[in-house]
């Protein structure tokens, strides 16, 4: 799971890491009102009454590279800096309800729903500084440079030396040793030394109590004044262990993600959404990845893989279907289910039971194999159904493929869609 900035911003604030004052907004008249709050604490050494701070507007979306973004509309940068409240409701409604083009967000862009305010940070210098877990050494590692900013990438690219890495002993943690190597080699001056550890310190923290597997700080910046500030930050967490963490859970913005697998993740499914055209339901990330390849051996495309895990019930089923079909570019459906904990009749029983509820407007191949094959087999046999068997997987592939790539597909006129929400448009003709 992925969160905003600003969320980020009040997490890292939380582990005593300093970032500047700043709110979200969703609207252009909010995004005045937040600056108008900034301004109201008068930069130090400007006479009473007189108020005045430097802002920034900040795009929200869960990619980075917004800085070098630019808008579908034409407008250029996700962030903007600004001197006066109604300069940032402009900039605000030129990003809100608009789409966002970086290079982390593929071709298609984000809308961008909520902009940051904040207070602008008069950069000196920008750092890269990341927390992530490394496989290679089973370690958190760190990885940071003194070439921060925005082109991080082609530094990593072009002059891989200039990235430092520090691997941490996760039963020791972070060594205070370690940070006063990183801010030597980050090229911190001594007097800041102790900011430098407590926010160094204050991201390790995190890390570990959110159970995440990046934090990346980028630009960790230092001010002109010689403040240390974490600018921009992102966090990824480990979804496996998010039940632990209900305040994180609750920072889910799910107008981020694809509608089809917060839909899935409702009913405890796993769904990938992939650009192909067949739906692949089965259980097991193995078996999916195996359903995949072979898909594509045989010269098809896989539209995405559901997977109903081990203990899938009826009900289970039955979304899983509701969600395959609600993707237009499906044209068949490949049902592929190794019978082990999960039992082949419930499968099966789930199948006819989706059938009734659900209008399946393309071809449908089943292969089951494992506990209860029989008595499943013989609930499809019996149910009437227009259910294309396969024996084994390479049957089942070549099947579904060619299902695919035919033209011909004529829906049963007796199913209909039960559920308006994620029904196909062609089904009507067939509402009663
Ligand atoms: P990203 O492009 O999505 O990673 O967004 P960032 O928040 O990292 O911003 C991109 C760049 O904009 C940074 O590297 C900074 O150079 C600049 N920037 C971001 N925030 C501020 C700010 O508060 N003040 C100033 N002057 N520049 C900023
Ligand atoms: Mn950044």
Known sequence: MNIHEYQARELLQKFGVATPRGKVASTPEEAEQVARELGDVAEPGYPPGVKRVDLVVKAQIHAGGRGKGT????????????????????????MLGQTLVTHQTGPAGRVVNKVLVAES????????????????????????????????????????EKIIRERVDPLAGLQAFQTRKLAKQLKFELPQSKAVAKLFDGLYRAFIACDCSMVEVNPLVVTTKGEVLALDAKFNFDDNA???????????????EDPREVEASKHGLNYIGLDGNIACLVNGAGLAMATMDIIKFYGGSP???????GGATEEQVTEAFKILIADKNVKAILVNIFGGIMRCDVI????????KTVHLPVPLVVRLEG???????KLIAESGLAVIAADDLADAAQKAVKAASSKSQTPNPKQYSANPKIQNPSSKQYSK
């Open 71 to 94: 808008f579908t509309n034409g407008f250029k940068g996700g962030v903007h800096v600004c001197k006066s409240p109604s300069e940032a409701r402009e900039l605000a409604a030129k």
């Open 121 to 160: 940070a008069d950069i000196a210098r920008e750092i890269y500084f990341a927390i992530l877990l490394d496989r290679a050494s089973a370690a958190p590692l760190i990885v940071a440079s003194t070439e921060g900013g925005v082109e991080i990438e082609t530094v990593a690219a072009n002059s891989p």
């Open 242 to 256: 998010l039940y632990r963490h209900p305040e994180i859970a609750a920072m889910r913005d799910i107008a981020e």
């Open 303 to 309: 539209a995405n893989f559901l997977d109903v895990g």
């Open 348 to 355: 099966a029983q789930g199948i006819i039971n989706a059938m």
């Open 371 to 377: 506990t209860n094959v029989d008595a499943g087999k």
